[in-house]
């Protein structure tokens, strides 16, 4: 596409920060012409779309993850946490068929020339369609440039104040791997001056209200980037419906607060052998935090999916109920059905022994899977290995990472106009395994840093760095090298004046969430899949190998 092309030769362009850009654009057009455009400028909230064209059969995506996820040697340090949206490893191109596509309509002179001869006369409009117009093409020309693809507008609504317009619209980053779409709000009252992301809250309230109430647009627009989430636990209702279903249960293994990573490769397996079998997967909302990733070195249980993970499409993706809805409905019918027309019939497996092959033909309404014995014979994704593996895929497409910490990564990327590159470095108990990885350590030094990426970084661009060393102050060195990006520069995305505090907090009964080391993991890992230059720590730092010397 020419819009792709003309990214790839104007990358230098887009290298400017983004201030500097927009005052240039102004400087190349008579200025008196724009005393009074401003466009101010947020991210603020995101619709959502299930992806559509999933571009890899699921075998590969299976493959792809496996070699991520070794079966039973988990020596993955769970700092990146891929799920589903990542696996799509080269980002689908905008098909050409597709409408979608913004193409820049006018040159950005004529319509603001326009735009201002009409604003000169009488009071700002927003319905105007020049309005639009002249927002279309001061995107296109000015901003985030050759890396957004614009999807749609809608129109814009009047702002606070006279002469202020707030604007909607859906973009996606040509990085982004998965369809989700992002929704942006921008206020504009004329366009001279790009603020900071996050400030056209009336079209984001527009956004929001429109489904409920479009009259009763609220005095102070409560901004909820997720009015439109709906995780809620579906439950499964009367005796009849209950009994008409078939579910697979798997009572709690030994996975329970071990790593994420091994925790998505166990439920999965679970949801596998449950598609497999035509059943309902019974799910334990319930999650358990590895003392690996918890500051007081403990396990801590009872953190809900809904945190970590995209319940909303898991729902929509897979048969799944709460174990806990389930529990209560089966005792409740069981007991009722006991009276007269006989009971629920269950078939207890006890090993991970009994393949799902064996189960296909059962026609229980219950398999109850029980993950008794020790450690790792009570690991469920042991029903996966071996033969069954030809048998089980998992459904990798099911699982993607909370909405609400992608809310953080869009604006992250987007506080660093999603131009940036960004170094993953693994540090922690490799780092220290001088047995296993023996230049790690040496590998990941600030020194071997700095010099390693001024030689495949270009200097003072934003550098992005996902890592699990807990020293903030140990990347220093590279400050005078690059812009620097830390996951807790964003600190404030998830303090108690965030969104996500809100929303999380209200998902957890009115007790404010930590964020915790499986978030920021899986934050870390998002920002660093949008990054244009990706440099990893095994193979690009280090040559230790990933899983420990003599593995590669
Ligand atoms: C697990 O992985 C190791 C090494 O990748 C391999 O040798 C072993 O056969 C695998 N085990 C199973 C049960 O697939
Ligand atoms: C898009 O168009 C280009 C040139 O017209 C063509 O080479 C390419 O195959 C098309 N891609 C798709 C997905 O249709
Ligand atoms: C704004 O413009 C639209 C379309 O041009 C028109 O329908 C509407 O009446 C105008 N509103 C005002 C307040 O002038
Ligand atoms: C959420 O989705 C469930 C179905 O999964 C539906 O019954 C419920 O009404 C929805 N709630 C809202 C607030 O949209
Ligand atoms: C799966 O189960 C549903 C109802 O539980 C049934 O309608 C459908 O035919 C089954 N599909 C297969 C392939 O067995
Ligand atoms: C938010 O946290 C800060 C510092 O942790 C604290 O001083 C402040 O009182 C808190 N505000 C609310 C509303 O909880
Ligand atoms: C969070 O909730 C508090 C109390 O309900 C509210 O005052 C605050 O504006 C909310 N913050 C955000 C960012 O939504
Ligand atoms: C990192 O290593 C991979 C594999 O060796 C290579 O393809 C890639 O170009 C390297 N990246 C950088 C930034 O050097």
Redesign the pocket.
């Given at each position: 596409m020419k819009e792709a092309s003309s990214a790839s030769s104007s990358s230098l362009a887009s290298e400017i920060p983004l201030s500097q850009k927009v005052i240039k654009v102004i400087s190349n057009v008579c200025f008196s012409f724009f005393v009074l455009s401003v466009l101010v400028v947020t991210v603020i909230a995101v619709t959502y779309q299930p992806p559509d064209p999933w571009l890899q059969s699921s075998s590969a995506l299976t493959s792809s993850l496996s070699s991520v996820l070794?079966?039973?040697?988990f020596h993955t340090d769970d700092s990146l946490l891929p799920t589903g949206e990542d696996l799509l490893l080269s980002s689908p191109s905008p098909s050409n068929s597709s409408s979608s596509t913004y193409q820049p309509p006018d040159p950005w002179l004529q319509s603001s020339s326009a735009l201002t001869s009409s604003l000169s006369s009488a009071p700002l409009n927003c319905s105007d369609p020049r309005v639009l117009a002249a927002i279309r093409s001061f995107n296109a020309r000015a901003f985030f440039r050759g890396s957004i693809v614009f999807l749609s507008y809608d129109a814009p609504v009047a702002g606070p104040h006279p002469g202020e317009c707030d604007a909607a619209w859906r973009f996606r980053n040509r990085k982004e791997k998965s369809w989700r779409r992002y929704r942006d709000y921008r206020r504009s009252f004329e366009v001279v001056y790009v603020g900071k992301f996050r400030s056209g809250t009336n079209a984001a309230a527009a956004a929001v209200a429109s489904p409920r109430s479009r009259a009763a647009r609220p005095k102070t627009p409560q901004i909820s980037a997720d009015a439109d989430i709906n995780d809620t636990i579906p439950t499964v209702g009367s005796e009849s419906q209950f009994k008409k279903g078939k579910y697979l249960y798997y009572t709690r293994g030994g996975d329970h607060c071990k790593g994420m990573n091994q925790f998505v490769w166990s439920f999965l397996c679970g949801l596998g052998e449950a598609q497999f079998l035509n059943r309902t997967f019974v799910m334990d909302l319930s999650i358990c935090l590895s003392g690996a990733h918890t500051p007081s070195g403990k396990d801590e249980d009872g953190k809900d999916f809904r945190f970590y993970f995209d319940f909303e499409h898991l729902k929509e993706s897979a048969s799944v109920v709460e174990e806990g809805e389930f529990l209560r409905d089966w005792r409740r019918w069981d007991r009722a059905g006991a009276k007269k027309n006989g009971r629920i019939s269950v078939r207890k497996v006890p090993t991970y022994k009994v393949a799902p092959m064996q189960l296909k033909k059962d026609k229980s309404t219950i398999i109850w899977r029980q993950f008794g014995g020790p450690e790792p014979e009570n690991y469920w994704y042991r029903v996966c290995?071996?033969r069954a593996?030809k048998y089980i895929q998992r459904p990798w497409h099911a699982i993607w990472k909370s909405k609400r910490l992608m809310n953080i990564v869009t604006e992250i990327a987007g506080k660093m106009d999603w131009d940036y590159d960004a170094v993953h470095v693994i540090r922690g108990w490799k780092a220290q395994d001088k047995k296993l990885w023996p230049n790690l350590d040496a590998d990941t030094s600030p020194e071997a840093l700095a010099a390693k990426l001024t030689k495949v970084l270009r200097p003072m661009r934003n550098l992005y760095i996902a890592t699990n060393e807990p020293f903030y102050n140990y990347f220093d060195r590279l400050r005078s090298h690059f812009k620097v990006h830390l996951l807790d520069d964003y600190k404030e995305m998830w303090g108690n004046t965030s969104e996500w505090y809100n929303e999380t907090m209200a998902l957890n009964g009115g007790r404010p969430v930590d964020f915790d080391g499986y978030m920021r993991v899986a934050v870390d890992t998002e920002v660093l899949y949008r990054a244009k230059t990706q440099v990893e720590t095994f193979n690009n730092l280090t040559r230790d190998c990933k899983d420990g010397i003599n593995t590669c």
């Open positions: 070794p079966n039973s040697t290995e071996g593996a």
